[in-house]
């Protein structure tokens, strides 16, 4: 079993347990998938984004929205492979109407889900895209306008917070920046 097969083993068994949670008010009827996250069990690098919406809830796959679709093009641009890295969300279930998740909701899902699948992955760097995962990470709050592009550390891991795909799209003169968030982040790998 390669490295990459060992690590996938154990986020699929990190997994099981965690395919109907109901440790938090995310566990609702209406919730079609837990989506846990997708890409290379032994990536160098995690993109971790906010929480799921309709599309990757519908789908269980994080990331294939709108905004999702705007990701992969701008990683395309840059060219990175989904494939190659991987991308999950700080809070696994979709909140209601697409809202920011509570404390209770990012933490739960932090201490049972994002902090395992961290530890397995053993990413060289994190990339979080938004102010609700990067809090989630660090545990204060931030303002992204001001701590975008910069390397701060989660724990031993350097951590490059920017902006979400969503913000970008709705600010399109936000791009540049965006763009070389992710090129410096990229930057520390050969793909």
Request: proline share 7%.
């Given at each position: ?5 060992h690590k ?58 709108k ?12 060219g ?65 306008g ?12 350097p ?12 600010n ?13 982040f ?6």
């Amino acid at each position: 079993m390669t490295q990459k097969e060992h690590k996938q083993h154990l986020l699929d068994q990190l997994y099981e347990p965690y395919k109907k949670c109901l440790l938090c008010p995310l566990a609702t009827p209406t919730r079609k998938s837990v989506v846990f996250g997708e890409g290379n069990a032994d990536a160098q690098c995690m993109i971790i984004g906010e929480a799921p919406g309709k599309d990757e809830d519908e789908q269980g796959v994080p990331f294939i929205g709108k905004s999702g679709r705007f990701l992969t093009k701008i990683l395309t641009e840059l060219g990175i492979n989904r494939k190659d890295i991987f991308i999950t969300n700080s809070v696994k279930c979709r909140p209601p109407n697409n809202r920011k998740p509570t404390d209770l909701e990012s933490k739960t899902c932090k201490d049972i889900l994002l902090i395992n699948q961290i530890k397995i992955i053993q990413p060289k760097a994190i990339c979080t895209l938004g102010s609700a995962a990067t809090e989630s990470l660090l545990e204060m709050p931030i303002k992204m306008g001001k701590i975008h592009g910069t390397m701060l550390h989660f724990g031993e891991i350097p951590l490059f917070p920017t902006y979400h795909p969503a913000y970008i799209m709705r600010n399109p003169k936000k791009r540049d920046q965006f763009l070389r968030d992710l090129q410096k982040f990229f930057s520390l790998f050969r793909f």
